[in-house]
């Protein structure tokens, strides 16, 4: 796809947002080029705050996807009707032009939890409160769509994981280990009625930003429903990954305490019985983001690295998991 310039997107949006009435409009950037979006900034006299304006693509064709913005723009009203928390929240929406595959919302002026990992201001004491806070987030997601509860879907994964294995993409020891317990747990994971509700699709520290007391979520997909434990493991899972960058290894150490702030406020509701179903929705997922990783086009060190850093948090989480048996 060729990418939209600035003056490009200035056309879309003052036709969009300015029309005939007239009024000031300045677009920067694009300030991120990113796998599945183009992000712009933007100011309009119409709005009292600045906008983001996010570019869907598909990543696999590099084509504008117009689906996909509409759906997380749908998704941020949806969430954003039940998230009404001064502090916790998503950006307000402004517009969806659908036939350029754009969504205009508000833009946040702060950072990301991972920029505030990599910084070297952020001393652990500030960084466990803020997880504690992302715990929050997410925990007030979930109670804006209450369903009721169920046990794990355990059966399927298994299937998965035997095609996995038939089709050799289990491709070393730790992997197999972490299948055959997942196996041998599995009836103990899906023992217990656990919350559901819709999730997120992509919780991780890079989609929290930091604006003063406010904490914002970007990046809601609400495709799917479930456990709630799966936003809680997918987002452990990346925040352990992102800690084995050296940028943030001045505050490795201290992720035992993270994950307890962290899991203290997004599974307030739930007892300590739901610590099993947690491991192990924990390392199926980790075992399926290695495998998936293992086809995607990637340059051989940033691919030595990954495969470094999925063998050590298979090999932890499959020991997590171990212990709770
Ligand atoms: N509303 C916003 N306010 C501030 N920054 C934003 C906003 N939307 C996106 N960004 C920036 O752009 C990045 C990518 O946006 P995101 O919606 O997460 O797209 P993707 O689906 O490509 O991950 C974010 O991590 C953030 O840095
Ligand atoms: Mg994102």
Known sequence: MEQLNVGDVTAILRDELVGDSGGSLTVRGPIHVLEYSTIYQADCSRFEFPLAVKVCKDPATGRIDRATAKSQFLALDRVGSKMTSVDYGLPRTVSLIEDQAMLVTEWICGDSLTNLLFRQRTSAAAMRELLGRAGTWIRLFHSGHRLPPARLDVSEKIVLLHEARNRSDLHNDYATRAAALLESSAARAAAENLRRSWTHGDFKTDNLLVAGRRLVGLDVHVIHEGAVQYDVAAFL?????????????????????????????????????????????????????????????????????????????????????????
């Not at 610590?275 to 086009?297: F, H, K, N, T, V």
């Not at 340059?299 to 998991?321: D, H, I, Q």
């Open 237 to 325: 899972n990346r925040l352990q990954m992102t800690l084995f960058d050296p940028r943030a290894w001045r505050l490795a150490r201290h992720y035992p305490s993270f994950e307890e702030a962290f899991v203290q406020e997004s599974l307030r509701e739930e007892g300590t019985e739901t610590a099993l179903p947690l491991a192990w929705i924990r390392l199926y997922m980790i075992l399926c983001s290695w495998m998936g990783q293992q086809s995607r086009r990637t340059g051989w060190v940033r691919k030595a690295y990954l495969e470094r850093c999925f063998r050590r948090l298979t090999k932890r989480l499959t020991n997590g998991l171990r212990r709770l048996m």
